[in-house]
């Protein structure tokens, strides 16, 4: 790796764990700070085809010798954590909060398609919880680009909750609006298992102690480990089969609560516009995750 101001190049994908580790043990006020334009580049690299066959078993994608639309956001998280370790970077990794996420795939990518990537943030915007920052990725083959997404993250601030909660006018019928274009729906139910945190983090390599044990969770204030939102999202992307295997799409989640695990959830979807809205709610209705695919930009 080197390092050019604010602007990292590797030549290989940085080892996930040392970047985790680097996270732990990160000393960052917890106080506001400015977020500077902060870049990572990583040239010519391939998919890891044990890393791609473990991702395709805990998500439930098919070996069709296609990359699943989600999966380059696993491939490039390491280079993620990398650019939020930054020295520069005024908060630490660790209690962020994945909140949105927006995925534009230009066309279908064969597994073993050589890839780069050019990820970067810069600037951040004020949430009633705290800051909200976009993280940009854009993947290329041979200089064209063939992906992008924006993560969302917050990071909640001392005294945040304090401020008053914007007017939301017409939540209601928002609601009622949402439970008709559902109605129709027939809801599948999924049994969660209570080690898909540790699976996942095997194909992902985000081994966060927050997914892997009820133990290692609860020092982080949840009764038991939680999944993987990106996990949560692979699934239902696995389970639109045809749908999510047209050469472009745009793919939007929205992640609502923490889903519990072992859990039991409810996973429905809806064509609205030419796309699918998708959600996951638990049995009680609460709100996990929730979307759209859609074709095209």
């Not at 043990?25 to 700070?33: E, K, S």
């Not at 998280?77 to 990794?93: K, M, Q, T």
């Not at 994945?98 to 050019?118: A, D, F, G, K, M």
């Not at 997914?211 to 389970?239: D, K, Q, S």
């Amino acid at each position: 790796m080197s390092v050019s101001s604010r602007v990292l190049e590797f030549a290989s994908p940085p080892p996930l764990a040392r970047e985790l580790l680097r996270a732990a043990v990160a000393r960052r006020p917890a106080r506001p700070g400015e977020v500077p334009r902060l870049e990572a580049r990583l040239g010519h690299f391939a998919p890891d085809a044990r890393q791609l066959a473990r991702y395709r078993e805990v998500c439930g994608f098919p070996a069709d010798g296609y990359l699943p639309l989600p999966f380059p956001q696993v491939l490039v998280g390491a280079l993620h954590i990398a650019l939020l370790n930054h020295p520069e970077f005024p908060y630490r990794l660790l209690g962020m909060i994945h909140v949105r996420n927006r995925i534009h795939q230009h066309r279908r990518l064969p597994e073993s398609t050589p890839l780069s990537v050019h990820v970067w943030v810069e600037g951040q915007r004020e949430a009633r919880q705290g800051r909200e920052l976009d993280l940009h990725t854009r993947v290329e083959v041979e200089g064209t680009p063939v992906w992008s997404a924006v993560t969302t993250m917050l990071r909640r601030l001392p005294r945040a909750d304090e401020r008053p909660r914007e007017a939301k006018p017409a939540n209601a019928t928002a609601e009622a609006e949402e439970e008709a274009l559902f109605a129709s729906s027939r809801p599948a139910t999924w049994s969660v298992p209570e080690d898909t945190g540790r699976r996942y983090a095997r194909a992902s390599g985000d081994y966060n102690p927050i997914h892997l044990y009820a133990l290692t969770a609860r020092a982080f204030g949840f009764p038991r480990a939680i999944a993987h939102g990106m996990w949560t999202v692979g699934r239902c992307v696995a389970e639109m089969g045809e749908a999510a295997e047209a050469p472009e799409l745009t793919l939007t989640s929205e992640f609502r609560r923490p889903l519990l695990l072992p859990s039991r959830v409810v996973f429905q979807t809806a064509r609205r516009d030419g796309g699918v809205a998708y959600r996951v709610r638990g049995e009680d209705g609460q709100p996990h995750v929730q979307g759209e695919l859609t074709p095209g930009a």
